[in-house]
């Protein structure tokens, strides 16, 4: 039986003014790895960043009900999946679950999964999610540049927990608010909700950065925000080791696994 592969790409809003040029080098790509694999290649959606929740993209959804034995969603990277590792997540449940019924390719991070594989191999390719484990991203930064040169501010607000050195202009923690950002993973990696975390910072009279109460909102954008694992992340991009790291990548990893974790009473 002849394979086929539906191409899929997300674009991110950083990217729209240059999202024609994209997409036609998205597809040359996809369409020569097709041919390479002898599969037939359909077509490629794009979804542009304007839906919440990954499942409800009007063209991924429409494709994934389409599939069938024997076609594939096919993706040069995790990272044309959405930005998120939940949004991965969200996307390769589906498979696993059997509720597509046909199979997946990353072409970059060669993961290959069918209704018949998708069980035994869906723990295994978990850590290879490059949204989850930034040392599998490409385009890493030149070993040539220091450190403090890839440590410096270029602009942008400063996450909590963190200041900018008014003398080296590199990022430095707060060791008081670090203390906080801590004690939020630890909380949530513990089972509290949002709401619980915020109410609990609140009354013990915790300030954010800009001095107001602590939001459900608030806690969920710190606890997905990988600049706490020391690592400076853009779509195309990673800089590792960029700043003093806050918390350690295997409690970032246990905190944002859950396939749930954009419910803020959770």
Known sequence: MTQK??????????????????????????????????????????????????????????????????????????????????????????????????????????????????????????????????????????TERTRSELSRNNGGACPYGYQINAVSNEYECLPEEAKVVVKIFRERAAGRSLRQIALGLTHAGVQTKRGGRWQANTIKTILENIFYTGSYQTHFKLFENHHAPIIDRELYYRVNHSDSFDDIAL
């Not at 979804?47 to 599939?67: C, G, I, S, Y």
């Not at 590792?85 to 997946?104: A, E, H, M, P, T």
């Open 5 to 142: 592969a539906a191409g899929y790409y997300w674009i991110s809003p950083e990217l729209y003014d240059q999202d024609t040029k994209i997409i036609v080098q998205k597809r040359k790509l996809l369409e020569a790895h097709c041919k390479q694999k002898d599969l037939v290649f359909l077509d490629l959606s794009v979804d542009l960043a304007l839906v919440k929740n990954p499942l409800e993209r009007p063209e991924l959804k429409q494709l994934l009900m389409q599939l069938q034995p024997g076609e594939f969603l096919l993706v040069e990277s995790m990272l044309d999946l959405g930005r998120r590792f939940n949004d991965v997540y969200s996307i390769l449940k589906l498979f696993r679950d059997g509720l597509v019924k046909g199979g997946f390719i990353s072409i970059r991070e060669e993961i290959f999964l069918e209704s018949k594989n998708c069980p035994p191999l869906f723990l295994d390719i978990l850590p290879r999610i490059p949204q989850l484990k930034p040392h599998h991203r490409v385009r890493v930064m030149p």
